[in-house]
């Protein structure tokens, strides 16, 4: 004898995971639908059971045993209420409507539990990512208020804001590049087809081969936001929080598109121009500032790149003071768009950068 022959209430079949894969996914190992054809009785039942998953429409039923019997108490006693007042003033109601109702009154019961149940699940925040990684992680925390430049071994760079966190491999490994983040960051990613670079922020993972974008994910914030400067990024949900994912979107150039997190939803993707400078210190975040000069005294540039990552440059003034250049810097992390500098300066000069300070040593230029 089986012990499902002995179920006779539907919160019975509920808490059978082969029954639930069955009726959501089709996966009939254990032949449900041959042992429910041997009984007419046993059949309805089912029907009854298979109605509540169909209503809540989701792949696994995560509720324990004692929420289950407090909703369906609950549910019958609600039930039996309007029945007796129905009874009182009007024939129309029968029992087979009741039945009915029954089945949608808990249906609406159960999936109101298991709602707030998986929105609990489905959060992920920085201290979960960062967990679950088995490589040995570097984390830099920024509690000065100033953004703080974080040069990656791949030669990337991260502009840190304020109240962030990012984790990264001391050297990266395998196929893909990724880091962790809580809070916000711009990232400039030295191009390398072979590895991906993935930033891991609360329930998105953002995913690029090389460009330049903003990732904002506080853990307390209802929303993740991204926003590419340059070049394109794919950004999809987390895998490790549903099985079946939300389709990814991709983003062009001034695209951005956020995240609602509690209603586990994207929103629409914007199109920005941020040539459009905001007001006030708004008007110095990076994407707002352009890296094209044609002919400028390298004075100019340094005070670009002063502005854009909340740095200072200490450089010979005397020896570079009637050094002009014309270069394209928009597309390349900050130990780049230096190196290009340097080299274009020629005469030997080289750079030094220690955390927010850089030190250009310069004879000249050519």
Request: hydrophobic share 35%; with cysteine.
């Amino acid at each position: 004898m089986q012990k499902r022959d002995n179920y006779n209430k539907i919160e019975d079949f509920l808490e059978d995971s082969s029954f639930r894969r069955w009726i959501l996914n089709q996966d009939d190992i254990q032949n449900w639908e041959e042992w429910c054809l041997e009984s007419p009785k046993r059949a309805k039942l089912v029907e009854e059971a298979r109605l509540f998953l169909i209503a809540l429409g989701v792949d696994e039923l995560k509720i324990s045993h004692e929420e289950i019997q407090a909703s369906l108490a609950e549910t019958r006693n609600k039930i039996l209420l309007h029945e007796i007042n129905a009874q009182k003033t009007n024939a129309f109601w029968t029992k087979g409507w009741f039945r009915a109702a029954a089945v949608l009154l808990v249906s609406f019961s159960l999936y109101f539990l298991y709602d707030l149940n998986q929105k609990s699940n489905l959060a992920v925040n920085y201290e979960k990512l960062v967990e679950k990684d088995n490589e040995g992680l570097i984390e830099q925390t920024n509690n000065s208020p100033e953004p703080q430049v974080i040069s990656l071994s791949d030669g990337s760079s991260v502009l840190l804001q304020p109240k962030s966190k990012l984790s990264y491999p001391k050297k990266n490994s395998g196929n893909v590049r990724k880091v962790f983040l809580s809070g916000e960051a711009f990232f400039e990613i030295k191009k390398d087809p072979s590895k991906p670079f993935l930033v891991y922020a609360n329930e998105l993972v953002t995913t690029v081969l090389g460009t330049s974008f903003r990732v904002k994910a506080y853990e307390g914030d209802a929303n993740v936001e991204v926003l590419v400067k340059t070049g394109k990024v794919h950004v999809s949900q987390n895998e490790t929080i549903s099985k079946k994912p939300m389709l990814p979107i991709d983003l062009l150039p001034n695209e951005s598109i956020i995240y609602n997190r509690k209603k586990v939803a994207f929103g629409n993707v914007q199109t920005l121009d941020l040539t459009l400078k905001p007001i006030e210190k708004e008007s110095e975040k990076i994407e707002n500032l352009s890296f094209e000069f044609e002919d400028v005294p390298v004075s100019q540039i340094f005070e670009t790149i002063e502005k854009a990552y909340s740095v200072e440059i200490k450089y010979p003034k005397s020896m570079l003071k009637n050094c002009y250049l014309t270069s394209s810097l928009s597309d390349q992390p900050l130990t780049e768009k230096l190196n290009i500098i340097c080299e274009s300066l020629g005469n030997n000069t080289r750079f030094e950068l220690n955390n927010n300070e850089i030190i250009i040593k310069s004879n000249g230029c050519n």
